[in-house]
């Protein structure tokens, strides 16, 4: 028990750290080296929990929604708002969401990790919206899977937008006027009314939903916004390892085999100073057998060839080296003849 408590608090410490260091550079120039510098633990530590940087990266994704979890609220559309405002407090304070953000929104990452980020919260939004519409918040025009991507992609607008120009320094707020100019256009006056849009219940949320998770005992996600996305709908690279029912957790390396390698033997990584040496019989019947077909050129030398087989194997190496010099002369002489003769 005491040792899985450590690897758990070891693993923490490099995701934490990872999270970090990826948040700052970026995935491409960020290093397994600065990792291990930040996080304080061996190489080996490191890799006996991510084999490579991009198990690594996927560790951190995986992580974004662990800790918090989103009550149900009575008015859905006050559940989509705190799911807002909670996301943008903890992306300010967490490394790891805001690390998950970046390795998600980057150019050329789709093609890495896939888009299960993406399509997690696109599918998460409309949920929240489409249960807001059977109980009646949405006005009767209102598209719900287009509002949901809507929603969705002006909120990382905003993110990105508060992230450039304030270091997300006022991203409640800017979340907060986001809701205010997109709620009135699908939510019902009196609906709309009682909602609560305030920067200061980011912080409330997230308190709440860290402390839910806490007597949990277990990482959760955003009420089950980050549950395994369904490979059929989301198609794209997945990410390996058994899903928690409310959230990723990323398996042990031995759980999903990368690539395979090729399978190598000991003698082919030994260093050729240091490799076995051949036996004179076996090295002079190699010998004997690569040069077979130049002597059997001519019908007559074939059974000279095979005489001549027998006696490189029988006898020691000197020897042969001398009848090899005796057997090339004699046989470029009989070629010069040879070829004279038309043989």
Not at 109 to 129: H, N, P
Not at 161 to 176: A, F, K, P, Q
Not at 292 to 305: D, H, N, T
């Amino acid at each position: 028990m005491v040792r899985q408590e450590r690897a758990v608090r070891t693993r923490r410490l490099i995701l934490d750290a990872a999270a970090s260091v990826f948040d700052e550079r970026g995935y491409e120039a960020a290093t397994i080296g600065e990792v291990l510098a930040r996080a304080g633990v061996t190489k080996g530590a490191l890799y006996f929990h991510f084999p490579s940087k991009r198990a690594l990266a996927e560790g951190v994704l995986g992580e974004q929604f662990a800790g918090f979890v989103l009550a149900p609220r009575v008015s859905k559309l006050q559940e989509l708002v705190d799911m807002g405002l909670a996301l943008a407090y903890r992306m300010r304070r967490r490394p790891v969401v805001s690390a998950s953000a970046r390795l998600s929104l980057g150019q050329e990452m789709g093609a890495v990790f896939g888009t299960w980020t993406i399509r997690t919260w696109l599918d998460a939004t409309e949920r929240v919206l489409r249960e807001a519409q059977e109980q009646g918040e949405l006005l009767p025009q209102v598209d719900v899977a287009e509002s949901a991507w809507v929603f969705s992609a002006a909120w990382t607008g905003v993110q990105v937008y508060s992230h450039t120009l304030s270091g997300r320094e006022d991203l409640e707020e800017r979340v907060c006027a986001l809701f205010e100019h997109l709620l009135p256009s699908v939510a019902v006056p009196a609906v709309l009314g009682r909602l609560v849009i305030d920067p200061a219940r980011a912080a409330e949320v997230a308190a709440e939903g860290e402390r839910l998770a806490a007597e949990a005992g277990e990482p959760a996600g955003l009420d089950g916004v980050g549950a395994r996305p369904d490979p059929a709908r989301f198609p794209g690279p997945a990410l390996p390892g058994p899903a928690h029912p409310a959230c990723f957790r990323l398996a042990r390396p031995a759980r999903f085999p990368g690539p395979a390698r090729p399978a190598r033997s000991v003698r082919s990584v030994r260093p050729a100073c240091l490799a076995r040496p051949v036996r004179p019989a076996a090295w002079s019947a190699r010998a004997a057998w690569s040069v077979w077909p130049a002597w059997s050129a001519c019908r007559g030398w074939r059974v000279l060839s095979w005489c001549a087989c027998a006696v490189l194997v029988c006898l020691s190496p000197a020897l042969v080296l001398v009848l090899v010099l005796v057997l090339v002369l004699v046989w470029v002489g009989w070629g010069l003849r040879s070829g004279a003769s038309g043989c």
